[in-house]
T-cell receptor
């Protein structure tokens, strides 16, 4: 079974703090993704990575950055957390290549910024 | 972004009945679709997928139907069980093999 793990289930941070969310997958997937999930808005893509050190912006990259130094690990960074970044953050991974494949999700990190 | 919507935000069914969850998509170029199930406090779980060269695909107790003419996707769950209670949402892959657009979900309540 594909396993995607996220470093924290719940996180509370203060406005202005730098926040790191970590994601690890164990299936040697090329693609990794970060989404945020808000009520009524569904999942929105923040960033994705198709290879080590490679990244592409998703639909809502403002206020976020990412890092992928190893194939199995994809980090989401909130440079200066703000209250409007309070949300559920979901990491996912999938096989790479030119064909789309199903994405496997981690359990999510519920981030509260106060 | 793309419009991936669901016809009903909440669906209540009796245990043992069949459930049908619907999804409309807007991009006729979409060629890959996925249904996910999300239980409370958990990440989305892959249920079944279908590519645009198919009209129907069956899994264990689930069937996905794709009608490209009207850009409609449905998920049928046979003999619905209490463990099926969750939010279900569809995702479409329109033109970027790395990028999916997700609907906001339908909550399925299974009554005992």
């Amino acid at each position: 079974d594909v396993k995607v793990t996220q470093s924290s289930r719940y996180l509370v941070k203060r406005t202005g703090e730098k926040v790191f969310l970590e994601c690890v997958q164990d299936m040697d997937h090329e693609n990794m993704f970060w989404y945020r999930q808000d009520p009524g808005l569904g999942l929105r893509l923040i960033y994705f990575s198709y290879d080590v050190k490679m990244k592409e912006k998703g639909d809502i990259p403002e206020g976020y950055s990412v890092s992928r130094e190893k194939k199995e690990r994809f980090s989401l960074i909130l440079e200066s957390a703000s209250t409007n970044q309070t949300s559920m953050y979901l990491c996912a991974s999938s096989l790479g290549g030119r064909t789309a494949y199903e994405q496997y999700f981690g359990p999510g990190t519920r981030l509260t910024v106060t | 972004g793309e419009s991936v919507g669901l016809h009903l935000p909440t669906l209540s069914v009796q245990e043992g009945d069949n459930s049908i969850i619907n999804c409309a998509y807007s991009n006729s170029a979409s060629d890959y679709f996925i249904w996910y199930k999300q239980e409370s406090g958990k990440g989305p779980q892959f249920i079944i997928d279908i590519r645009s060269n198919m009209d129907k695909r069956q899994g264990q107790r689930v069937t996905v139907l794709l009608n490209k003419t009207v850009k409609h996707l449905s998920l049928q769950i046979a003999a619905t069980q209490p463990g099926d209670s969750a939010v279900y949402f569809c995702a479409e892959n329109p033109y970027n093999f790395n990028k999916f657009y997700f609907g906001s979900g339908t909550k399925l309540n299974v009554k005992p």
